[in-house]
Each structure stands twice: as C-alpha cells, then as structure tokens.
C-alpha cells in the first residue's frame, strides 16, 4: 500500500467526528489472522485519544451474532465449543468447526442455518461427503448435497417467531407472518434431543 | 405446593424487629404464614442462622456481562472459590458450569443460590438492548430479577429537561420502563454518556452536556423530581459523574447535597448512590489521593434522603463492565488492557474492560478500604448495601469474604498488615474496630436491599413475604465472627439451605432443584394522562423516523420474552 494511502487514511480519521471501521473476513480470515484484527484495535483505541472511532465486525449469515451470544451466555463462549468434557471447552485452531473437520475427527456433522457445503475449505466438505450428515434447513443449498438427512424448517420471521440478533448485537423480534407445517429449529432439536435421551438413557 | 415450617433456626428479621430469636418460620404455597398444619415438612435449623432470601440490588448479570464473557475466555477457567467458580460438568439436573467474574447464566442463578441469595437486580440496561437482558435473565435459574433501565445520557430525557417540560419527561420516563419492561431509573455518568460519543465526558455536575443545554445537576434532578411523581418503587438508582477519578469527593458530595431539595414520595430514599467507594477519593492523582470515606460518612450519618451500595474491592481478577464509557476507555488505557465499547444510539454509551486488584498496589491496597470504611463508619445499616458492584469490584461469590470482613476486625487488620506502607496514611480502616453483626449483614444483605428497591415481599420473614429463606450452618451463640472469619466465610459461601418460593433449592451447599424465577417490572404508564401519552408519543414517532436505526414497532419488548412476569402498579403500593 502507498505512503500517500496511508497518509489519506490517517488525515480522514482526524478530520472526523465520529469514524466506524467495519471490518470483515478479508481482516479475520487472511495471514496472520486475529493479529490483523489486534492491528485495527490498536489503531483505534490510539485513535481515540484525538476523536472518537470505533471498530465493528461485518458479519454474515443473518443469525450469526444471535448464535454467538447465545452460546457465550449459555456456555461461556461464542463459538467452537467442545463439551467433551461434559463444560464447554474452547479453543479456536483446535476444537472449531473446520480444525476437527480438517483433522478428520468428527464423525457425523449436523448443520442448521449456515451452509458449509458452499463456505468451508474443500478439505473440510471433502471430509463431510465421508460421514453421516444432517441439515435442517429452510431452502436447499450445497450443503443439501451431501447431507444424507434433510430437515425442512420453518423460516423464523415468516413461519415462525424468534430473535435474531444484528450485527451491533441489537436483537430483534422475528414475527410470524404465514402458517406452516413445518417445524421450527428449536422444535426439531428438542425433538431431536429427547429422541438420542431416550435412545441413549441419559439426563 | 406444600406446606414447610422451619424450626429451631435462630432467626434474624431486620425488617421485623427480630433480631436472634428462636422463631418458628412457616410457609404455604410460596408465601410466608402465621401457621401451617401438622402435616407441614420440617426443616430442622438447629445450630443455624435464619435469614431471609438475599437480595442484590445492583449487579451486572444480564446483558453487559456477555460482551465481558466473550472478551474473556480465559476466565471461564479461573477457579479461586471451589464449588463457587470455574468448571464444572453438567449433572443429571444442572447445566454445565464455567467462569469465575462471568460465568455462564446457569452458573449465575446456581451461585447466587448457594450464597442463599433469591433476588437479583441487573443495575444497567439502555432501553434498546431490553429485549436481550430479558433473554439471559429467563437463562438464569432459580432468582427473581429485575433491570433497572439508563436513562441519563438519553436524547429525549435531556431534551425535556431542557425544555422545562416536566410533564412529558414524567411520560416519557414511564414509557421507557414500558418499552424495557424495567423497574427502575438508572443514571449512569449523566450527560457524559452523550458526550462519550464525540469522545468527550463532563467532569462537574455543572458542565454543559454537547448539544443539549443542559447539565448533570439537571438531568438528576429533573430525573429525581420525575421519579417522585411517578411514585415509584424505587429511587433513582445512581452512579455519579468522575468514577474512579482521584479528587471526585466534591463532585459525589455535590451531588449528595443537590437531593436535597427533592422530596420522596415513598418511605425510602430519594436518591441510591451506587459502589461509592469508586467515587470516594481525595487528591489531585492516584499519587496524592486518598480515602474520602470519612466526609461520605459524616454527610450520610447527618442526613436521611440516601442510601448507597460499597461496591467493595476484592483482590485478584475482575471485570469492569459500566454504561460509563469514558471511564472504560480511561482504565484500557491506564492498565493497557482489553477494550470494549458500545454507543447505543440515542440512549447511552457502554464499556467492559477486564483489570485485576492487588494488594501490593497501594491505589488497589486503599480502594480495599474504601469500601469497608464507607459500610463501617455510615452508622444506620438501613443507609447501606452489601455489593461489590459485581463484577466490577469482583466477582459476587467473594460477598461471603466481603461480609464477614466486617464482622472482624481482627481479619481486617491481618490483610492490611500485608499493604505496603504507601497505603498507610492514605486510609483510616486500621482505625476503625467496629464490627458488624448478624442483624447487621442481614439489613444490608436482605432488608436494606428490597427496602431500597421498593420490593415489598422480598427480604423479611413477615406473613405475605415470599417464601424466600436462606438457612446458614454456623451458631450465632457458639461462633463469634470476630475471630473466627474462615468459619462465617464457609457458612455464607455455602447454605445449608436456600428455600425459594417455597421449594428447597439447596441443601448442605448443593443446588436440589432449579426453578425457574420471576421477573418484576414497574408499569407506572397506565397511570399517566391520555393527553400526556398524545403529546409523548407524536415526539417518539418522530425520533424513530428521523434518528433511531430500529423501527418504533420493534422496540417495546414482546410478553413473550417475560413468561413470569410480575408487574407492578405504583399506585397499588
């Protein structure tokens, strides 16, 4: 990148009021990972010390923050859980989706409102088209390609009620607008749930 | 549900009067009673203490603290307090527990109930974000909740202040606990919430708030006189300007004396200054500042319009989370620590920053005494409350500690032995011998607490009380705390047994059960003019269009985020 970007950057920082970096999976997902992500707070919490500027996350996949905020309040972290140990357990580059998908280790792969038949690394979806696979889903996308059960649900915000949080965190109640056969995600785990319970004897 | 009477407990009942009697308590149906029949289950409270359910009236458990999780992995592995933090495994009835200053929810409710606590207050929630404190509350197990609502950095409030328009200020202020499904007005920082988002703060309760012609002085006032009108339950729940700034002294006295010209409308305070300690230091830097708790204490023993919580300092990891975002900002970069911060559009600022307190630094050595000079030398138990702002002075699972800190002296001097000398002429705690006892942790752990809050069926033992009972292995006429700190310590840490609405929810220190709890709001809006509700709502309706990034009918929060609500009218107390 030349100087003189730079240089513009810096000028457009101090020249404003109120500056919001979004950044996305180019900052999280290239070399160095986390550590650009450190870079960009860095520079802003220096930058505040002149103006106001702040960081947030681009995220995608409608729900995902939703997901993650739930998960830090049930278990105590927003991602990657492990609860072999019967408490979640994390550490990312170990017990993420994609590191146990790459090592070869899970053995069965159920998936719900993502589609990582068309966003996973091609070792990972490899490795998926080996092992039993379950959607549940709305719509069929790549990841109905290799899934060997499909389970339509009932889209939350149309079919059915629920909250999904934005990308700020601010949540929002999803309405239901149209009647459904069609189950709703939490219907279908909890069914799935109590079936594997009576199934395996446990709590 | 059936009938339960507890039997040879020592019972201590500050709101009653009892204090240490050997009195039968009966309960029926979830609810304290006169008399129960033969058939009632026994509890046998032989050697114990018998309190009331406690009652935290300013913690931070639902909302804020899931931003200090997610920045924290690593303190879902801190385990300081065995069976009160850290990891643990899910069982047949309890989910898995993890964390130590945030734990997940499940932990939150089975915690608290070990420590025979039954009611919490979550002490920060802007509007907007309502609907998400209201799901990790239905996440928490067994307690009661509440959420007390930010209204001091709002748009509108400060707008109507300014304005003189009284009336509609009252409106709106009833409206916003409608729309959050709260229970109080929370003041954070006033006006500096607003200025934090061009990054600027106020530093008086005079300074003029960017944009509004208003000042912190107003913004409580007019919030005060508001509140009073309404007849709320509670008071005005407060967190002063200048936090954990040396030299703020004035600016807390300041706005101590400034309520005094505010009348209550309730048998209660007019003003709750909340964790004081962090608003209690002299000096012009942490290298001249020093402990302002006595002059705290001689105005709060001189007058009877306030009442305030320690926010007391526990030493090791903590987590500040606070609608105080400039303060946050400050601590990142005054301990180069993790940052995160929140501007919540129209309403207030937010920040979490994680920190830890040793008592090998002579500013973490002095706030320590803060806290317990503020609880010792204020006389009136019934001004104070037991917090350690949770987790901002540390986590709750150290109340235990806390509290039987200032049942002894002895243990008191012991840890101060360890200050380094810097701290020394900086504090007087080493001065101070008074030691608390049982019926004074129980006022400010139980009685104070839902006095303050105006929660009139929690923190007594009287008939039509909620059958909330927290039962203590230790014998009042055997152990005397002043010397034996560990004993009381284990006894608190661990109930013999919490009763919750009834229902046995822990036995020898074990969660047996985990309902699920209520959630109190405060619904004054019914009670306001229609024409009053015309003119507030035209103003709303043109805030959502022109400012807000949510729709006006996705604001209120929906009856289903709250399955046992129990809604309270102003006018029926």
């Known amino acids: ?203 | 549900m059936a009938e339960m009477i507890i039997k040879n407990g020592v019972v201590y009942d500050p709101a009653n009067g009892v204090n240490g009697e050997k009195n039968e308590i009966c309960i029926k149906d979830g609810k304290i009673v006169e008399s129960v029949g033969a058939g009632a289950r026994i509890i046998d409270a032989e050697g114990c203490v018998v309190m009331p359910g406690g009652v935290d009236g300013h913690t931070h458990c639902a909302g804020k603290i899931n931003v200090g999780r997610v920045m924290s992995p690593h303190d879902m592995r801190y385990r300081p307090i065995p069976g009160l933090s850290g990891q643990e495994a899910r069982t047949k009835l309890l989910r898995p527990q993890v964390g130590y200053n945030t734990p997940n929810t499940h932990a939150i409710g089975y915690r608290y109930s070990k420590l025979g606590y039954t009611t919490i207050a979550e002490a920060a929630i802007v509007p907007m974000m309502a609907r998400h404190m209201h799901e990790e509350f239905e996440a928490i197990p067994i307690l009661d909740k509440l959420g007390l609502v930010l209204m001091g950095s709002n748009w509108q409030v400060m707008q109507y202040i300014a304005d003189g328009d009284s009336e509609k200020l009252k409106a709106y202020v009833a409206w916003l606990l409608l729309a959050a499904r709260g229970y109080g007005v929370k003041v954070v920082n006033p006006g500096g919430g607003s200025n934090w988002t061009w990054g600027k703060n106020v530093t008086s309760i005079d300074d003029k708030v960017i944009d509004f012609d208003v000042t912190p002085a107003q913004i409580l006032l007019g919030l005060a006189e508001a509140n009073e009108s309404l007849k709320l339950p509670h008071s005005i729940h407060v967190h002063c300007n200048n936090l954990g700034v040396p030299g703020n002294l004035p600016t807390t006295l300041a706005t101590m004396k400034l309520l005094e010209k505010v009348k209550a409308s309730r048998d209660r305070q007019v003003m709750h200054l909340t964790h004081l300690q962090f608003h209690s230091y002299t000096g012009t830097s942490w290298m001249d500042f020093t402990s302002g708790a006595a002059d705290i204490a001689d105005y709060m023993n001189k007058h009877d319009h306030l009442t305030f919580d320690m926010g007391q300092v526990i030493f090791g990891p903590a987590m500040t989370m606070t609608a105080d975002g400039p303060t946050e900002y400050r601590n990142a970069r005054m301990f180069d620590a993790k940052w995160s911060n929140y501007d919540e559009e129209l309403e207030d600022a937010s920040g979490v920053v994680p920190l830890s307190y040793t008592p090998y630094s002579f500013a973490h050595a002095v706030m320590w005494a803060i806290g317990l000079e503020l609880a010792l030398l204020v006389k009136d138990p019934w001004k104070v409350m037991f917090t350690t702002d949770n987790p901002n002075g540390g986590s709750f699972v150290n109340y235990p500690e806390g509290q039987a800190l200032l049942m002894s002296d002895k243990k008191r001097q012991e840890v101060i032995k360890g200050f380094p000398d810097m701290a020394m002429d900086r504090m007087s705690l080493q001065n101070i011998d008074r030691e608390l006892d049982w019926n004074e942790i129980a006022t400010m752990t139980r009685a104070m607490p839902a006095k303050m809050l105006g929660l009139t069926e929690k923190g007594h033992l009287g008939a039509g009380a909620d059958g909330d009972v927290a039962i203590y292995d230790i014998a009042p006429e055997k152990v005397d705390p002043s010397v034996e700190h560990e004993a009381v310590k284990k006894a608190l840490s661990f109930a013999k047994y919490t009763i919750k609405g009834g229902e046995v929810v822990v036995a020898d220190g074990e969660v047996t059960a985990t309902p699920k709890g209520k959630v109190y709001w405060v619904n004054a809006y019914e009670g306001v003019l229609q024409a009053e509700k015309d003119r507030l709502m035209a103003d709303i309706k043109e805030r959502f269009a022109k400012y807000y990034s949510i729709q006006l009918a996705n604001y209120m929060v929906e009856d289903a985020y709250l399955p046992r609500p129990v809604e309270i009218r102003p006018e029926a107390i």
């Open chain 1, 1 to 203: 990148m030349p100087k003189e970007t730079v240089i513009a950057a810096a000028e457009m920082f101090k020249a404003s009021k109120f500056a919001i970096i979004y950044f996305g999976m180019g900052v999280t997902q290239t070399r160095a990972r986390y550590k650009n992500g450190d870079n960009v707070s860095s520079l802003v919490s220096d930058l505040n010390q002149t103006n106001k500027v702040v960081m947030m996350p681009m995220r995608g996949h409608y729900n995902v923050t939703g997901f993650g905020q739930v998960a830090a309040w049930e278990a105590g972290f927003p991602m990657a859980l492990d609860f072999a140990r019967g408490y979640a357990y994390y550490n990312p580059g170990e017990t993420g989706t994609n590191d146990i998908l790459m090592r070869k280790e899970a053995d069965a792969f159920i998936t719900g409102a993502a589609d990582p038949g068309a966003h996973f690394p091609q070792e990972s979806v490899k490795h998926l088209f080996k092992i039993p696979a379950i959607q549940v889903d709305g719509y069929a996308n790549p990841t109905t390609e290799f899934s060997d059960v499909v389970i339509p649900a009932a889209i939350a915000g149309v079919e059915c009620e629920g909250t999904a949080y934005r990308m700020d965190c601010q949540p929002i109640r999803m309405k239901k607008l149209i009647d459904t056969t069609f189950k709703s995600d939490e219907e279908i785990l909890t069914d799935l749930i109590n079936k594997v319970r009576e199934l395996k004897g446990g709590a």
